[in-house]
């Protein structure tokens, strides 16, 4: 056990404080990336926006709105790179760095390309945030309120979405170009108070202990379990850790993409499908273009920006419930049911845009805040959570990044050829994307396992992986619906496990219907 003096006064808060206080301001990542979705939203209608990029078509505005999910695709997949080598926190700090100098890019523009240059810039920063604040937030997470830490950064997503259109709406009253560069300026101000903030955040204890940084690690995880060198659980958690990095070290197999690949295939293709579908579900059609939908549905001009304000605060208020219950239901419910009711309001909002009677306006408000209300609660902050919870420590970047840029590259289509879209097939672009909730639906009850309440270093027994992994058994453990036992020093009696499984109520069998999605801690008798 590695000998930690008692912490000195150079951080004042320990425990739970500590542990809130550095999820608050990590949050501000995401809430910049949450601010720059929407603040687009709400320019791009505005008669001085128009006016200064003389009218710009549906490609153009596509382009202009979806070129920064090219750059967060590129960095998001170098991020897993970069998080290994610089940590978790010299990771949040580049990526304020680059998320506000691209921000004064845009403020200061001169015309349509140096926009493009400006929200290229600001999505490499959105990349680096999106990937390594998800990792930080696991890492630092206790097991019982990882869920509930990870869905209030979400909220601060939302939030941030929320306040740039508030921001946008205020603006619109700006008789000048002030209008459309002052919601711009402001990415700088945020970026540049997370940069500040990131240089005074401990490291992530998981990194720092995965490159031999052991008394660092020691330290940051006494902080985080109160301040007492001396306890017991911060012991076994270093000592949990230590055990998994040593072992993942003798297997000598390397840390590449190829052997992630090999190991770990399920999990990662999991972890991909999660974001995929957080975008297909059809959030970026509400988030970037919720004015021009408004607009379509007969609300113009500054009462569209109004509209969707209103929309913002009821998305960002939808986001609150799964910080209880996330670590409660667990993953499963909450994304089979928010996945049904979005395809229900979608599909409701292009039939109300098909019929175009005069209750349409407002049908369409309400179809489009039952969707991100559905969406704030399920698919948005679940998908941000599972990926770094079901990668294994040695991978979790490289899986959390390649899982983000399938979110950033889906964000891509999805921003680019909505404009378009909604030109060619109008009203049928919604139950097109319902019909995406539905796949969603099929995929989560199928193959997602449960992950409520267990711990990073334990996440194998649900996959059924925990003794050494190899390709067949991956490869057996993602095409049959079989469950493998899991093995910890000893096997699992299947006459035990079908005990627990009968002694389900008939809506647990059906939510989880494969045992190894309910995570069974190991029991005395069992070791």
């Not at 975008?279 to 609300?299: C, K």
């Not at 998305?315 to 049904?340: C, E, F, K, M, Q």
């Not at 469950?483 to 627990?500: A, M, T």
Request: aromatic share 12%; with cysteine; charged share 15%.
């Amino acid at each position: 056990m590695v000998d930690v003096a008692p912490p000195p006064s150079r951080r004042k808060l320990v425990g739970q404080p500590l542990l809130y206080a550095i999820s608050v301001f990590a949050s501000l990542g995401v809430f910049l990336f949450g601010y720059d979705q929407g603040v687009m939203s709400g320019i791009i209608t505005g008669p001085y926006f128009k006016q200064f990029f003389k009218n710009p078509g549906p490609i153009e505005v596509g382009t202009m709105v979806a070129v920064l999910e090219l750059g967060a695709l590129a960095t998001s997949i170098a991020a897993g790179r970069v998080g290994d080598i610089i940590g978790r926190k010299g990771t949040l700090f580049t990526g304020a760095i680059v998320f506000t100098i691209g921000g004064a890019v845009q403020t200061f523009t001169t015309g349509f390309y140096v926009m493009i240059v400006g929200r290229v810039i600001s999505g490499c920063g959105v990349g680096l945030l999106s990937t390594i604040v998800p990792i930080y937030q696991s890492e630092i997470s206790p097991p019982n309120h990882r869920g509930a830490l990870a869905c209030m950064e979400f909220t601060c997503n939302v939030f941030g979405y929320a306040s740039s259109v508030w921001v946008d709406y205020f603006c619109s009253f700006i008789e000048s170009d002030l209008s459309w560069r002052i919601p711009l300026f402001l990415q700088c101000v945020i970026g540049s108070i997370l940069a500040a903030g990131s240089l005074v955040m401990p490291e992530s204890p998981r990194w720092l202990i995965d490159t031999d940084q052991d008394v660092a690690g020691m330290d940051v995880i006494v902080d985080l379990h109160g301040g007492d060198p001396n306890n017991i659980l911060a012991q076994a958690e270093f000592q949990e850790i230590k055990d998994k990095v040593i072992y993942e070290r003798e297997l000598g197999e390397g840390r590449s993409y190829a052997v992630m690949w090999k190991k770990y295939k399920r999990r990662v293709l999991l972890a991909m499908s999660s974001q995929a579908f957080a975008q297909l579900n059809g959030i970026n059609v509400i988030s970037y273009y919720a004015p021009s939908v408004f607009e379509e549905a007969g609300w113009l001009g500054r009462d569209a920006v109004l509209m969707t304000g209103i929309n913002g605060i009821i998305y960002t208020l939808s986001t609150l419930p799964p910080w209880y219950l996330v670590d409660r239901w667990g993953r499963r419910v909450i994304l089979l049911s928010g996945a049904v009711i979005m395809g229900i309001a979608l599909g409701f909002t292009g039939w109300w845009m098909y019929i175009d009677v005069p209750a349409t306006p407002n049908a369409v408000v309400i179809c489009v805040i039952v969707f991100n209300a559905a969406f704030g609660y399920s698919w948005g902050p679940i998908p941000w959570l599972y990926p770094p919870e079901i990668m294994p420590l040695t991978f979790r970047s490289k899986g959390v990044s390649i899982s983000t840029a399938t979110n950033w590259a889906f964000n891509f289509i999805v921003g680019e050829t909505t404009p378009y879209l909604q030109e060619v097939i109008t009203w049928r672009l919604y139950p097109m994307h319902g019909f995406y909730c539905a796949c969603s639906f099929i995929l989560v009850y199928f193959l997602y396992p449960e992950t409520k309440g267990v711990p990073l270093e334990e996440m194998d027994a649900v996959f059924g992986e925990e003794e050494r992994l190899d390709y067949e058994s991956e490869r057996a453990s993602l095409m049959s619906n079989t469950r493998s036992p899991s093995i910890r020093s000893g096997s699992v009696h299947s006459n035990s496990q079908r005990k627990v499984a009968t002694e389900r109520g008939w809506v647990s069998r059906l939510l989880y219907r494969d045992d190894r999605s309910t995570y069974q801690p190991i029991g005395e008798g069992d070791e």
